[in-house]
């Protein structure tokens, strides 16, 4: 299942002929003249992918890239020309947690579809589909750790009513006519076993144990002289995931002292390479990424904040 990376992996880098095929046939789906809205946390403009659909002629839908500030402040335009709008729950590279609740409230009010990536959130904190007002939403299992098993929600008249890619043998009525064909079993069991254990623990306590985690975690990188932590320190719009550079030192080599002392972190992009590249990072090596789960404890929490003031 694809989620909004996908999305624009698939609208900026199938080129000239493909493109402008796939562009055509959503113009014919959704009605020429209308507008795709991707929304992103901490990216670019839409003038990228805007050049690449330049000349391609006039039998197709507009796309509008848009931009959330890394505070989770939203400075959307839905006009009555949006069909559909794909936006993340929460940021993979900073922790920003979007208001999503908002923006599906802002493409009902456009008569637009809303598709929401949920993929960094979903290990975070309870998802009510109902509550949030989405018309799609998507998540891997391998995130709150299940097998690599793609999860799509769709409301059920959506489902019917839109003809999805699918295999000729494969029936007619959703869901099955939204799968590849025939269901992945064993990875369908694995993800109702991490369902289970995470209901087991309840999503309202893994979160309020977790805001624990991501204040301390906060509080001590932000006290650090020379550590730049990038997003918003509310913890009402954030998860307990953390960028952050320490001056003098390229993110690599901060991420392997952290491995010498047994601290698993990540540098670089993590993927999020559009907000690297917004906040100039990029050419530097990225940033280090720390992020915290249910499993882990306050004690932790201080013996990492320790090892990065010894490299301050």
Known sequence: MIRTESMRIA???????KLRSLLTMLGMLIGVGSVIMLVAVGTGSSQKIQKQIEGLGTNIPDVDYTYIGLGGTIDVKVTDRTRVAAFGWASNGAGTVNDVAALCALCRD???????????FAPHGPIDVAAVGCDFLVCSAYKFFGPHVGILYGRAELLERHRPYKVRPAPPEPPHSWETGTVNLEGIAGTAAAVAYLRSLGMDAVAAYERGLAARLLEGLTSLAGVTVYGTTDLDRRVPTAAFNVAGRAPAEVSAALGERGIFVWDGNYYALELMQRLGLEDSGGAVRVGAAHYNTATEIDSFLEAVAALC
């Not at 609208?11 to 002929?17: D, E, P, S, T």
């Not at 456009?110 to 960094?120: E, K, T």
């Open 11 to 17: 609208l900026r880098g199938i080129l000239h002929n």
């Open 110 to 120: 456009a008569g637009a579809i809303s598709y929401v990536d949920a993929v960094h």
